[in-house]
């Protein structure tokens, strides 16, 4: 999953945060895995945890966020509620490299669409970081 890496520059100690790319792509000089750093990092990591749905994963029933079940709801507030607190679990149990700010619940009940933008903070830095999703209902 992540890693976390503690680099020293004239003794100051910066934390650097990186993943694999999802695709697992290689470096085509060095052949070694290619990695998302800090801000991107994070992006993906919460990308991933909110389109993955509880008992998706083998031996890890509490990951996920459910988000994909709301599509076949009714388009109510309430529905974006229940999709701000599913966004703030996923942040409190599953991503402690990031604080979240604030959650925009948007959507086109014509289209069983549900548009997302999520505002926030990695830990040890003052700038906010923005990630949009766009969930639809294919069939």
């Known amino acids: 999953m992540s890693k976390i890496q503690t680099l020293t520059d004239h003794n100051i100690k910066k934390i650097v945060y990186s993943d694999f790319f999802t695709d697992f792509s290689r470096n085509s000089v060095t052949g070694q895995l290619n990695?998302?750093?800090?801000?991107?990092?994070?992006?993906?990591?919460?990308?991933?945890?909110?389109?993955?749905?509880?008992?998706?994963?083998?031996?890890q029933?509490?990951?996920?966020s459910g988000l994909k079940g709301l599509l076949f709801?009714?388009?109510?507030?309430g529905l974006r509620l229940r999709a701000k607190k599913m966004i703030e679990e996923v942040f409190d149990n599953h991503e402690p490299r990031a604080e979240l700010i604030r959650?925009?619940?948007?959507?086109n009940?014509?289209?069983?669409?549900l548009s997302f933008q999520i505002l926030f903070r990695i830990i040890n830095t003052t700038q906010p970081e923005t990630l949009e999703l766009?969930?639809?209902?294919?069939?």
Not at 61 to 64: C, E, H, Q
Not at 103 to 107: A, I, K, Q, R, T
């Open 134 to 139: 766009i969930l639809e209902r294919t069939r």
């Open 61 to 64: 029933p509490k990951i996920g």
């Open 73 to 77: 709801e009714n388009f109510t507030p």
């Open 103 to 107: 959650v925009d619940v948007g959507g």
């Open 35 to 59: 990695k998302k750093t800090n801000a991107e990092a994070v992006k993906q990591s919460v990308r991933n945890l909110l389109l993955t749905d509880r008992y998706e994963r083998p031996f």
């Open 109 to 113: 009940p014509d289209f069983n669409s």
